[in-house]
């Protein structure tokens, strides 16, 4: 196989929210991502007023940005510390409640109501929870993503979306024999296979 040593390599919950604690997050981009605003017309495709959805979101600027432009957001993190930090420095004022199909789930939603960011396991979600998405952002999902389990993240992702929705997924390229991730290495036969 190409992906050379990942294919067993599993970080955990713990060593995620661990990275948020110590400031250990080279993947947030304070900038945003220069190829979602030279791709955000096939992600809009000319629509408005969109559910968009945000895997792993931790505090992404463009969640603002989107929901700014009248599109709702929805986002899944699972450092509560993220979500929260999302909020303040954007200066939204938001709520905070339990999700009660997910023991232990929060959900914080801004006073607005158009972006709602679930503080969970991504795999706890499913579309009775969080309905049906038109467009995914997926910045640093599907390479974050345990390469054992990225079968269970395809499938919930393409269970999480309408039949005409876009999904805009960046990836990163690299010889996976020198590097442990993440962000893993994921070649493009591989997605294809998962998302058809």
């Given at each position: 196989?190409?992906v050379g040593?990942?294919?067993?390599r599993?970080?955990t919950?713990?060593?995620?929210?661990q990275k948020?604690?110590?400031?250990n997050?080279g993947?947030?981009l304070?900038?945003?991502h220069p190829l979602?605003?030279k791709?955000?017309d096939?992600?809009l495709?000319?629509r408005?007023?969109?559910?968009i959805?945000?895997?792993l979101?931790?505090?992404?600027?463009?969640?603002?940005?989107?929901a700014d432009?009248?599109?709702?957001?929805?986002g899944?993190e699972v450092?509560e510390q993220?979500?929260k930090?999302?909020?303040?420095?954007?200066?939204?004022p938001?709520?905070?409640?339990p999700?009660p199909?997910?023991?232990g789930?929060?959900?914080?939603q801004?006073?607005?109501?158009n972006?709602?960011?679930?503080c969970?396991?991504?795999?706890?979600l499913s579309?009775?929870i969080?309905?049906?998405?038109d467009?995914?952002?997926?910045?640093g999902a599907?390479?974050?993503?345990?390469?054992?389990?990225?079968?269970?993240?395809?499938?919930l992702?393409?269970?999480?979306?309408?039949?005409n929705s876009?999904?805009?997924?960046?990836t990163?390229?690299?010889?996976?024999?020198k590097y442990?991730?993440?962000?893993?290495?994921?070649p493009?036969?591989?997605?294809k296979?998962?998302?058809?």
């Amino acid at each position: 196989s190409d992906v050379g040593s990942q294919k067993e390599r599993v970080v955990t919950e713990e060593e995620w929210l661990q990275k948020w604690e110590m400031g250990n997050i080279g993947f947030h981009l304070e900038q945003g991502h220069p190829l979602f605003k030279k791709y955000l017309d096939v992600l809009l495709n000319g629509r408005s007023g969109l559910r968009i959805f945000f895997p792993l979101c931790g505090k992404a600027v463009e969640m603002k940005w989107l929901a700014d432009m009248g599109h709702s957001v929805v986002g899944v993190e699972v450092s509560e510390q993220a979500v929260k930090q999302f909020f303040s420095e954007h200066s939204l004022p938001y709520c905070e409640e339990p999700v009660p199909e997910i023991s232990g789930a929060k959900m914080f939603q801004s006073t607005s109501g158009n972006i709602s960011l679930y503080c969970c396991s991504i795999y706890d979600l499913s579309s009775s929870i969080v309905g049906k998405f038109d467009g995914v952002w997926d910045r640093g999902a599907l390479v974050a993503v345990n390469p054992c389990d990225r079968q269970r993240y395809a499938s919930l992702m393409i269970n999480l979306v309408e039949k005409n929705s876009s999904y805009l997924l960046i990836t990163v390229s690299y010889d996976p024999n020198k590097y442990k991730g993440p962000p893993f290495y994921v070649p493009e036969s591989e997605i294809k296979s998962l998302f058809g």
